[in-house]
């Protein structure tokens, strides 16, 4: 079993930045790709930033291309997300997902490990 917490939401306003950290514990951090998905207030869970497990290869949505930054950590079981420039439309409930796989998805169907996620509100 596979213990996902996150942690560094909270409250910025636009053009600001905040750092999410998400720790896996229970097994092997380091056999497990990570990921960040996010969601809004009605609307669906989506796919923000993949780092693998093996060679760190990151994946971002579109939306955050050139302004997120996703990191890992595997001696400290951490997985950051550096997020800059922040702006109203990056408001959401921000989840950590782990996967035992090699490769990187922004789907939410490949993570079967979930923490229970951490808020982030930009203002305008």
């Known amino acids: 079993q596979v213990q996902v917490v996150e942690s560094g939401g909270g409250f910025v306003q636009a053009g600001g930045s905040l750092r999410l950290s998400c720790t896996a514990s229970g097994s092997t951090f380091d056999a497990f790709a990570m990921a960040w998905f996010r969601q809004a207030p009605g609307k669906e869970r989506k796919g923000v930033s993949c780092?693998?497990?093996?060679?760190?290869?990151?994946y971002y949505a579109e939306s955050v291309k050139g302004r997120f930054t996703i990191s890992r950590n595997n001696a400290k079981n951490t997985v950051y997300l550096q997020m800059n420039s922040l702006k109203p439309e990056d408001t959401a409930m921000y989840y950590c997902?782990?996967?035992?796989?090699?490769?990187?998805?922004?789907?939410?169907?490949?993570?079967?490990?979930w923490g229970q996620g951490t808020q982030v509100t930009v203002s305008s």
């Open positions: 780092i693998s497990r093996t060679d760190g290869r990151t």
């Open positions: 997902a782990a996967a035992p796989y090699a490769y990187c998805s922004l789907s939410g169907a490949d993570f079967g490990y």
